[in-house]
C-alpha cells in the first residue's frame, strides 16, 4: 500500500487547469519541504517534473508548478494539452529507516 | 546526455537470486548519488535503495534489507542490484534513478525505462 494517497483520476479538457493532491503525514510531506512530482508513460521511464516542494527543473514547462500546505502537496497543470496525458506520482522524503515514500498515482485524461 | 539502461530482469522462482544491471552513460557514477526504485503492477512506485557517489552511504528499504544488496563497477560505469531469496512480494519493474543534481539526495532527476522481474512459486 503507497504511503502517500492521490486520487486515482483527474480530467480536463483542453486548456483547462487540474490540481492533483498528494496527502501524506507530518513524517513525510509535512515534515520536510522535498515532495517531488513525476510524469510516467507507460513503457517509459518517469520524468520529473517538480522538485522541493515547488521547483521545476530546466526543460519543464511553466504549466506545471508545485506547492505545499501542512500534509497535502499539490501539483497544478495550467493550459492543459494532450501531451500532458499521463500518470502523475508524488513522492516525499520521509527520514529513515525507508527514505522515500510515493504516491498511488493520479491519471490524468485530457477530455 | 544523461541515459539509464536496465537490463537483467526475468522470471525466476521464489528463493532464488538475481542481478539487475544499470548502464548509465552521460555522466559518471562516481559524482552523483543512485537510487533503485521498483513499481509492483498496478501500485505506486516503492523506493528500494541508495547509494552516495563515494559509496559511503548505503541505505535499504525495510522490506529489502539483508536480502538486497546496491553496488556499482565505476569502470563500467555500471550500478547493480543484487537480489536474493526472492520473494512473490518482488515481483515489479525495477528502474535505477539518478538524482537531479550532485547536491543533494532527495529528488529522481532521471530515470531509466525499467526492467520486470516476475518471481513466480
Known amino acids: 500500500q503507497s504511503a502517500l494517497t492521490q486520487p486515482a483520476s483527474v480530467s480536463g479538457s483542453p486548456g483547462q487547469s487540474i490540481t492533483i493532491s498528494c496527502t501524506g503525514t507530518?513524517?513525510?510531506?509535512?515534515?520536510?519541504?522535498?515532495v517531488s512530482w513525476y510524469q510516467h508513460h507507460p513503457g517509459k521511464g518517469p520524468k520529473l517534473m517538480i522538485y522541493?516542494?515547488?521547483n521545476r527543473p530546466s526543460g519543464v514547462s511553466n504549466r506545471f508548478s508545485g506547492s505545499k500546505s501542512g500534509n497535502t502537496a499539490s501539483l497544478t497543470i495550467s493550459g492543459l494539452q494532450a501531451e500532458d496525458e499521463a500518470d502523475y506520482y508524488c513522492?516525499?522524503?520521509?527520514?529513515?529507516?525507508?527514505?522515500?515514500?510515493f504516491g498511488s498515482g493520479t491519471k490524468v485524461t485530457v477530455l | 546526455q544523461v541515459q539509464l539502461v536496465e537490463s537483467g530482469g526475468g522470471v525466476v522462482q521464489s528463493g532464488s537470486s538475481l542481478r539487475l544491471s544499470c548502464a548509465a552513460s552521460?555522466?559518471?557514477?562516481?559524482?552523483?548519488?543512485m537510487h533503485w526504485v521498483r513499481q509492483a503492477p498496478g501500485t505506486g512506485p516503492e523506493w528500494v535503495a541508495i547509494?552516495?557517489?563515494?559509496?559511503?552511504?548505503?541505505y535499504y528499504h525495510d522490506s529489502v534489507r539483508g536480502r538486497f544488496t546496491i553496488s556499482r563497477d565505476s569502470s563500467r560505469n555500471t550500478l547493480y542490484l543484487q537480489m536474493d531469496s526472492l520473494r512473490l512480494e518482488d515481483t515489479a519493474v525495477y528502474f535505477c534513478?539518478?538524482?537531479?543534481?550532485?547536491?543533494?539526495?532527495?529528488?529522481?532527476?532521471?530515470w531509466g525505462q525499467g526492467t520486470l522481474v516476475t518471481v513466480s512459486s
Open positions: 513522492s516525499s522524503y520521509a527520514g529513515g529507516p525507508n527514505f522515500y515514500v
Open positions: 534513478a539518478r538524482v537531479k543534481d550532485n547536491g543533494g539526495w532527495h529528488n529522481f532527476g532521471y
Open positions: 547509494m552516495s557517489h563515494d559509496e559511503s552511504q548505503i
Open positions: 552521460g555522466f559518471s557514477l562516481k559524482d552523483y548519488a
Open positions: 522541493d516542494v515547488t
Open positions: 507530518s513524517s513525510d510531506v509535512g515534515g520536510y519541504d522535498f
